[in-house]
């Protein structure tokens, strides 16, 4: 294996506090929201860069217009569904009371709003519902499982994060008889009509892990704003440095990573957990995840999507969480176990016998921390020749063998136990 470093467009915000309250003053938001009155502001459960600076950025915002503001957990059965879980994510993502400046009020409560056009009812958070005003703060990126104009961001967060398990339950179960992109739409229109959304904030992140965009949205403009975002945020998004690959191993899948654990836009295998489509890549062949992350507090959804793993992954997943979830988004077989090996040597060796007639010295292999963090990759040998051609890439070391110690093992830090000195991982 040899290290490369890629390059990925490096736009980003150097101070995202300020960005967020000239967003938030551009707004001019004191216009409509008197002295007093409560603002709830949507708090994910995914790992956004910098997100607990963001929030106390906005709370800070209402705080100076004299509002009252309050956090709402808006991660649909995210926590094991319930209000004590979704309050340990968000303290796991830097989010809490102290950090943020405001209470933080949690609940699996939920308002029938409205009717969809579909007939099914639309749920919205107790809290967030009963309050004056709702700020919904999110990130906008390609969705793991749906392709559309609208994918994940403020439209989905207005129906499946702020629908709570509910919601979430209910409108996974209709985009199983219409789609992704008439839901999302027919349920936001729903909220923004009874929900005194106030605003938008959209986060868009660049291939660094890093906040590339803040923008603060009239609720008027959501749907077309969100689109354009989407495009960009698609320019920008993290990606493995070569198109084929036999074996990618993975030292850690999590829901604070990804909404299956690793990002399929990524791994290419967003239709299908198994095999990139015809038009879809990159092309992965077997996929091998060492472990699960501590963030993800046990749910383990993405775990089917490779075909093996190592038994501590397996030992780290709480079933219960990971099996509501899934059977809440209705994709099943991203919370099926794969086959799983005492030790990471077994399970590479395992995988490697499955990639075809080529001999495992001479496969197509990559290892990366997840699915978030791209900058450096290790990479096969097989790749070599390529990669010295590449101007996108920096070859950072020479080829030498996977480190595997005693036991069989890999380094219990993953691939950032191998980065040379000065590296960026």
């Not at 809490?96 to 099914?120: D, H, K, N, Y």
Request: glycine share 8%; charged share 25%.
């Amino acid at each position: 294996m040899f290290r490369v470093r890629q390059r990925f467009d490096a736009v980003r915000v150097e101070d995202v506090s300020q960005a967020t309250r000239e967003q938030l003053e551009r707004l001019r938001l004191a216009e409509r929201i008197r002295p007093g009155q409560s603002v709830a502001i949507s708090a994910g459960s995914r790992g956004i860069a910098r997100i607990s600076t963001i929030l106390r950025a906005a709370v800070a915002h209402f705080q100076a217009i004299g509002a009252r503001p309050f956090l709402v957990p808006a991660m649909g059965s995210h926590g094991g569904a319930t209000a004590e879980g979704q309050l340990d994510v968000l303290a796991s993502l830097g989010v809490t009371e102290e950090a943020c400046g405001c209470p933080i009020r949690s609940s699996m409560e939920t308002v029938v709003a409205a009717q969809s056009a579909e007939g099914f009812p639309v749920h919205f958070d107790r809290h967030a519902f009963e309050a004056d005003h709702v700020l919904v703060c999110g990130r906008v990126k390609p969705h793991t499982d749906f392709a559309g104009e609208i994918e994940s961001g403020l439209m989905k967060m207005m129906l499946i994060g702020l629908g709570n398990h509910a919601g979430a339950k209910i409108y996974h179960r209709a985009i199983q008889d219409y789609n992704f992109d008439q839901i999302v739409r027919s349920v936001a229109t729903q909220v923004l009509a009874n929900c005194r959304i106030v605003a938008g904030l959209a986060i868009v992140e660049n291939g660094y892990d890093e906040t590339a965009r803040i923008e603060a949205i009239e609720p008027t403009a959501i749907v077309e704003r969100e689109k354009q975002l989407l495009v960009e945020a698609k320019r920008l998004l993290q990606r493995l440095p070569f198109r084929r690959v036999d074996l990618l191993i993975v030292d850690r899948i999590g829901k604070d990573i990804s909404g299956t654990g690793m990002d399929t836009n990524v791994v290419g295998r967003k239709f299908n957990e198994h095999e990139a489509l015809e038009q879809e890549w990159p092309k992965v062949r077997r996929i091998a995840v060492r472990d699960l992350s501590p963030g993800a507090h046990g749910n383990a959804t993405g775990i089917g999507v490779a075909e093996f793993c190592a038994s501590r992954l397996v030992a780290a997943t709480d079933w219960n969480k990971t099996r509501l979830n899934c059977l809440t988004s209705g994709r099943i077989a991203v919370g099926m176990a794969p086959f799983d090996f005492p030790t990471d040597e077994a399970m590479i060796t395992a995988a490697l016998g499955t990639v075809g007639l080529v001999e495992p010295a001479d496969a197509r292999v990559l290892w990366i921390r997840d699915t978030l963090r791209l900058e450096e990759v290790e990479c096969g040998r097989a790749y070599w020749e390529e990669a010295s051609r590449r101007d996108d890439l920096t070859i950072l070391t020479d080829p030498r063998p996977l480190p595997f110690d005693a036991t069989g093992n890999l380094p219990a830090e993953g691939v950032e136990a191998l980065a040379p000195s000065g590296s960026e991982n």
